[in-house]
């Protein structure tokens, strides 16, 4: 590749989880990037689980990416408040319905894949503190590992190109009204990298839901006869079907979040709105996690772009593009 189109330097950072895994599937079949490495936090499951999730995945992908565990818990949350959010699972017709389920469908087996000795935070500190070019780091998970080690390390952020965050809500709220699951899970986190001042785009729930993809789309993922298309059928058929327990009524589409998140990386036409503007993370209360857009007429200083609004169609073209090999 010429030197402008060569492969671009990226951290993924995940709680696989199963639209997790199809942003690792995206991310490591596309050209475009390099990823250096995988951290692994707790969220959709324990920091355990998510890890072995992933070094499964990345085996079954043929690939030896460096897998780094992380963060447990969040920064700040649960040293206050008794809330602890456990994704709970729908009963329906007698079964358990999961939208993350301990481990993924067809990745049942452990393998050799094994996570990096050092953990996910020492890596970002001691990665960021040497690195020769700048990387770009996309969250799909609560930002504890990142969080902490910018706390511990300021400085780290003038090796961060971008940073690319799933996450944050401007009309809508999945773990509580208002609020996205991977800021709500760690607000603190949250702002902590908000305030590091890097370039910040945030793939919003508002984003996803935009470009839900639909069990047609499965039934196309499916017929690209690969691994990484068949296991994304899978997950969407799941993930509808839990969105259709929780609903009461049958839903044919469901959103997936974290790989529009790489997508955006990849090619960012793929959003179709977004905005520079001031965003804070709201720390406490019903609004905890909230992520607030500032709209006075006189607002503050912008500190992120905020994507509001994706293709659904350009989504699905690069999925089928990234998936089908
Ligand atoms: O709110 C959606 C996000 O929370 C996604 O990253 C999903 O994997 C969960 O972590
Ligand atoms: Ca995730």
């Not at 401007?170 to 590091?196: F, K």
């Not at 006075?296 to 350009?314: G, I, L, T």
């Amino acid at each position: 590749m010429s030197e402008n189109t060569k492969p671009k330097k990226v951290i993924l950072d995940v709680d696989t989880g199963s639209d997790d895994a199809v942003a690792i599937m995206t991310a490591l079949q596309s050209d475009e990037l390099d990823v250096v490495a995988i951290c692994c936090v707790w969220g959709n499951l324990s920091v355990e689980d998510t890890t072995e999730n992933t070094c499964r995945l990345v085996r079954a992908m043929g690939k030896d990416t460096p897998v780094y565990m992380g963060a447990p818990t969040a920064i700040a949350k649960y040293l206050e408040r008794d809330t602890k959010q456990e994704l709970q699972p729908i009963i329906k017709d007698g079964k358990e319905v999961r939208i993350h389920y301990k481990r993924l469908e067809g990745l049942e087996e452990p393998t050799d894949k094994k996570a990096e000795d050092m953990d996910a935070v020492s890596f970002y500190i001691d990665y960021l503190k040497h690195a020769k070019e700048k990387v770009t780091i996309i969250t799909v998970a609560p930002m504890t590992n990142l969080g902490l080690a910018l706390s511990a390390v300021p400085s780290i952020a003038e090796n961060i190109e971008e940073l690319i965050i799933m996450g944050g809500t401007d009309r809508l709220g999945n773990v509580s009204e208002c609020a996205e699951a991977n800021i709500w899970h760690d607000p603190e986190a949250a702002q902590i990298a908000l305030n590091a001042g890097v370039p910040t785009l945030f793939v919003s729930l508002d984003a996803t839901h935009s470009a839900a993809l639909t069990l047609e789309d499965a039934e196309t993922l499916r017929n690209l006869g690969t691994f990484a298309g068949g296991f994304t059928a899978k997950i969407i058929e799941q993930r509808a079907e839990f969105d259709s327990a929780m609903a009461g009524k049958k839903l044919t589409s469901t959103p997936v979040h974290d790989s529009l998140a790489v997508c955006a990386v990849i090619d960012p036409s793929v959003i179709t709105e977004s905005k520079k503007c001031n965003v804070r993370v709201a720390l406490s209360g019903i609004a905890d996690g909230r992520t607030i857009i500032d709209r006075r007429c006189v607002p503050s200083e912008p500190n992120c772009v905020f994507a509001f609004r994706a293709s659904h169609d350009k989504y699905m073209e690069m999925l089928v593009k990234y998936l089908s090999k």
